[in-house]
């Protein structure tokens, strides 16, 4: 037996501005499942302010009370949830639950190019449609002419597995349109053969100009512009309260994404909660609660291990991304750089936050650009903006870099 197909997801809508909405997800289990599901949830620009899990391992039960915008498609959200849980089989003309027998299909990859005249905010105008038609920026190259006209490649994937059809592209083509109006001068989408995308990769390495140092990867009380990030981290794993769990409390900050951090992490170490709760409290203050065990179904009791996990989660939650402006001789370039999952997926939503805060803070875009290097053995998404200072900047390096920090970090 198995549980009905619209019963795997259930949303009930806050019925008062400034309540939550509580999402409860009951399906079978699968290796990271908290992982993805907490970043579609976080891809549809909601924070969860409250949760709570359990599973024996083969079944789960999840609820998440959110907060957010007010337009969210919340069945669309619903749809994208359930696609997350193992998938479904028909018997007996009754939709049921099982685990998935294979892994899924790589997503072709389409080139958006177009040409159009450049404005303030345009790049995140555009950004922010691919978002909402659900089309995942995998790279981008973007460069400004002399006579001020803006080339720009998008290498995207398409949640929905439309992008091949002609009334997808037409869609695609029209929110442009309407987004950018007579500034559009061409536009085109293609799909591209893995060799096409393989050769916009570049090196997997990081360019000479760019050490390791420059995200500052060690932990560190302070960013880079001196602010600090989470200074209130406290992780501790106590072995004495459950005989067959390990238990993990952990005091922090809020921010944006967080318990998809803690999931992201966990997920790396391959370590399965069988139960879990976290809340919010007052000033932003966060307490989690999580009873744990390893892949063998045992307590983590390795005093190494520990310490690895302590730190990795100590990392993440401290400084989830790396935010620095650098100076190219005469130029500015802003660096942003968050790690990649295991599955291959980057952070949701980050070149949107970088766009919309320089956007806010009335800062041009020249030249940009997303790769994915290497980075001590870590594979890291680094977006790369040269600013478009113009006669100069006209907002303070330390604003702007403050300015995107918080928005990324969701303290705008």
Not at 57 to 68: E, N
Not at 96 to 107: C, D, I
Not at 233 to 240: C, G, K, R, Y
Not at 284 to 301: A, Y
Request: net charge neutral.
């Amino acid at each position: 037996m198995g549980i009905l197909h619209e019963d795997v997801v259930i949303i009930r809508q806050s019925e008062k501005a400034g309540e939550p909405s509580v999402i409860t997800i009951n399906c079978p289990d699968k290796t990271g499942l908290g992982c993805d599901l907490c970043r579609i949830i976080l891809f549809f620009g909601l924070s969860i302010v409250k949760g709570d899990v359990s599973t024996d391992g083969k079944w789960c039960y999840l609820v998440f009370w959110v907060v957010g915008k007010s337009e969210t498609r919340w069945n669309l959200l619903k749809s994208r949830l359930v696609d997350a849980c193992p998938s479904c089989f028909s018997a007996s003309g009754i939709s049921f639950y099982r685990s998935e027998l294979q892994p899924p299909k790589p997503s072709d990859v389409f080139l958006l190019t177009f040409c159009c005249h450049d404005r303030r905010g345009l790049l995140h105008d555009v950004t922010r449609v691919l978002c909402e038609l659900e089309l995942t920026i995998k790279k981008v190259k973007i460069s400004t002419t002399p006579d001020g006209k803006v080339m720009d490649m998008f290498f995207i994937t398409d949640t929905r597995e439309l992008l091949h059809t002609n009334e997808r592209r037409n869609e695609t083509v029209d929110y442009l349109k309407a987004v950018l109006e007579d500034a559009m001068i061409s536009c085109d989408i293609e799909k591209v053969g893995p060799e096409i995308t393989a050769s916009s990769q570049g090196s997997l390495f990081l360019p000479s100009e760019i050490t390791e140092d420059t995200f500052g990867l060690e932990m560190s009380n302070e960013n880079s512009s001196g602010l600090l990030t989470s200074s209130r981290v406290s992780i501790t794993l106590d072995n004495s309260l459950s005989p067959a769990h390990t238990l993990v409390q952990i005091l922090c900050h809020d921010h944006k994404g967080l318990l998809y951090d803690i999931m992201r992490t966990l997920k790396e170490y391959n370590i399965q909660i069988s139960y879990g709760r976290f809340s919010i409290k007052q000033r932003r203050n966060c307490e989690i609660d999580l009873f744990i065990v390893q892949s063998d179904g045992k307590k983590l009791v390795d005093p190494s291990k520990q310490r690895s996990l302590t730190a990795r989660l100590q990392l993440e939650l401290q400084r989830p991304l790396r935010v620095i402006l650098v100076s190219r001789g005469p130029d500015t370039e802003l660096l942003v750089a968050n790690p990649v999952e295991l599955s291959g997926k980057g952070r949701p939503l980050v070149f949107h936050d970088i766009t919309l805060a320089l956007k806010m803070l009335n800062t041009g875009i020249f030249l940009a650009g997303i790769r994915r290097h290497i980075i001590r053995e870590r594979e890291w998404e680094v977006y790369r903006v040269l600013l478009d200072e113009g006669d100069g900047l006209s907002v303070p390096k330390n604003k702007i870099e403050e300015g995107i920090w918080k928005m990324l970090m969701g303290w705008e």
